[in-house]
Structures are given as C-alpha cells and as structure tokens.
C-alpha cells in the first residue's frame, strides 16, 4: 500500500499590494486634512515667531549702533540747563552750562534788551503778583 502524501500549510507573510476599503479611505483623510492644518498652523507660528525675531534682533542692532556712534564721536547731544547772565554795563547775555560752568555763548543785546529799567519793573510786578500777572 501506498501512503497517500499529505499537504502541509505553513503560514508566511509576503510584502504585496493591499486596496483600502472605504472606511479605511475615510480614516486616511481625515488625518491628512488634521495634519495639513497642523502644518499650516506650524508654519504660520514660525512667521510670527520669526518676525518677532527680526524685530528683537533690529531693536538690539540699533542699540548697538548707536552706542557705537556715540562712543566713536565722544558726545551726544542733550538738553543741559544753563543759565544766562544780562549784563547791563557791557550789554551782553552769557549763556552758561549749569552742569560744568562753562561759558557756551556771549551776545550783545538787542535794544528792548537793553532796557534794564523795564526788565527790573517786570520783575518787581512778578515779585507782587507771585508771578502771575
């Protein structure tokens, strides 16, 4: 008698094309259109952030700037109260630094200048009115 040969069945696995049905379709886009505006959001934060940046980055280069401006010139420009000095006999107004004292400015006086007599009547009336005329 002959024995009769069996077929055996062994499972495997195989790499091959698969087709999605349409639930699975369904699944697929909802999680691209989520990761497109994911996407886009991501993009659109990286501009404002990137903006912000820039404006960090210019704000710090102008400082920088002009810091170098005024250390390579030695100076800047501000406002310093000074103080003028009439002189009546010489007919001149000294303007003065209050902070070093130094002189910045001599100049004659113009005519209704050089009337001492209405400046000291303005002020004697200031003097009695509390400076309010």
């Known amino acids: ?3 009769e040969i069996q077929n055996r069945v062994v499972p495997t696995s195989e790499f091959l094309r698969y087709h999605f049905n349409e639930e699975e379709k369904k699944d697929l886009a909802q999680g691209m259109a989520q990761s497109v ?12 952030i990137t903006s912000q940046f820039a404006s960090q980055i210019n704000e710090a280069n102008a400082k920088a700037n002009s810091a170098a401006q005024k250390l390579e010139s030695g100076f800047e420009m501000r406002m310093i109260d000074c103080e003028e000095i ?36 303005k002020e004697s009336k200031e003097d009695a009115t509390g400076g309010q005329e």
Do not use: H, P, S, V
């Not at 505006?37 to 404002?48: F, G, P, V």
């Not at 303007?95 to 200048?113: A, P, Q, V, W």
């Open 1 to 3: 008698m002959t024995a």
């Open 37 to 48: 505006i994911k996407a886009r959001d991501l993009e659109e934060e990286k501009k404002a």
């Open 86 to 121: 009439w002189d009546f006999k010489t007919k001149t107004i000294a303007t003065t630094r209050l902070d070093t004292g130094e002189e910045i400015k001599e100049r004659t006086m113009n005519n209704r200048e050089c009337q001492q007599d209405m400046w000291e009547e």
